[in-house]
């Protein structure tokens, strides 16, 4: 069941993903890292006759690093650039839980970039052998990284 204390937060995750999709951060973001991610498949994988996903994902933990401030650096200057600012944090809302709402919508984007990059393993699947649970725990250590 949502309280009014979860809805609130509900509300600014649901504001800031509708600004993502608005803006050009998102698509920035999602058209550099799947470039550069499937210039590392090719060199890494495809090139080398490879199925190491663990040394893709490396250097993909490196790529999602330099380029998650594309999505972040906006979310608190872009409400002082508006003037909505004084707005938020004079609502009935902690300062903790617009924290988190906007960083739970940044993290929806870098979790779709990591969706996206599912191909990748299926594509070894498919022309050479892979090992699931490896596959699955690289990926988790790189969500939760």
């Known amino acids: 069941m949502i309280t009014l204390k979860g809805l609130d937060m509900l509300l600014i995750f649901l504001r800031e993903l509708k600004g993502y999709l608005h803006t050009a951060a998102m698509y920035i973001f999602l058209a550099v890292f799947m470039a550069l991610s499937s210039v590392f498949f090719i060199i890494g994988n495809l090139a080398a006759r490879s199925g190491n996903v663990l040394a893709l994902l490396s250097n993909m933990s490196y790529l999602w690093m330099l380029l998650s401030p594309i999505l972040t650096m906006k ?42 990059t599912a191909v990748y393993p299926i594509l070894i699947a498919i022309y050479g052998t892979l090992y699931l649970p490896e596959v699955l725990t690289g990926y988790l250590g790189f969500i939760l990284q």
Not at 77 to 102: W, Y
Request: no cysteine; net charge positive; hydrophobic share 50%.
């Open 75 to 116: 979310l608190f200057a872009g409400e002082k650039r508006s003037g909505t600012d004084r707005l938020l944090f004079s609502a009935p809302v902690s300062a903790g839980r617009i924290v988190l709402g906007k960083f739970l919508s940044s993290y929806t984007i870098m979790l779709l970039s990591v969706g996206l």
